[in-house]
């Protein structure tokens, strides 16, 4: 089991606030990795309290990596990140903790360290909103719903990255897209 100190010593810090990132979207990967998030394991000392259960599978504690990494519903979501990614780089990366939270992009995707960043970190940011919307606003959202959120959320990037006097990170936004 990995704890927290695990996590800072093996990320790579310089794709947790990398540039292809909005501020909001670096500060969500820091809270990642010091493991910061109020899941509702933190909560609950008791292992068995139900009221610690996920909130979207109901069938485990709700720690970090269950909601963000193992959980059926995040799955399936990191299918299809995992499939874009391969989209843009003809490789099938392992989505798994030291890539989701530290940020660690495999050998194979270094050429494509941005869009991976972008990818996981918009894909987690999603999933933590829509948690957040099903656990407080008793909202129901399949996970069609949340692939189409993590397009939306890709597409507002490159708007606001065109829109900028001198766009930095254009071209990187478009093939993203280009491939979602
Ligand atoms: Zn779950």
Same mark, same amino acid.
């Given at each position: 089991m990995c704890n927290t100190n695990t996590w800072a010593s093996q990320t790579n810090w310089k794709n947790i606030h990398n540039?292809? &990132?909005?501020n909001h979207l670096k500060t969500f990967n820091y809270r990642c990795v010091w493991d910061n &998030? /109020? #899941?509702l394991k933190k909560f609950c000392?008791?292992? &068995? $309290? @139900?009221?610690?259960? =996920?909130?979207? =599978?109901?069938? =485990? /504690?709700?720690t970090l990596i269950h909601l963000l990494i193992e959980c059926d519903f995040s799955q399936r979501i990191w299918q299809y990140t995992a499939q874009v990614i391969q989209r843009i780089s003809n490789t099938k990366p392992l989505l798994t903790q030291p890539l989701i939270? @530290?940020? $660690? #992009?495999p050998k194979q995707e270094k050429p494509y360290t941005q869009h991976t960043v972008l990818l996981i970190t918009i894909g987690k940011h999603t999933l933590w909103k829509i948690r957040n919307q099903v656990r407080y606003e008793g909202k129901q959202i399949t996970h069609r719903k949340a692939i189409a959120r993590i397009k939306q959320s890709v597409k507002y990037r490159l708007t606001l990255e065109s829109k900028r006097v001198i766009p930095f990170n254009e071209g990187i936004l478009q093939q993203i897209t280009d491939a979602l």
């Open positions: 540039s292809i &990132l909005s &998030l /109020p #899941v000392l008791n292992p &068995l $309290d @139900s009221q610690a259960a =996920c909130t979207f =599978c109901h069938a =485990c /504690p709700e939270i @530290s940020m $660690d #992009v």
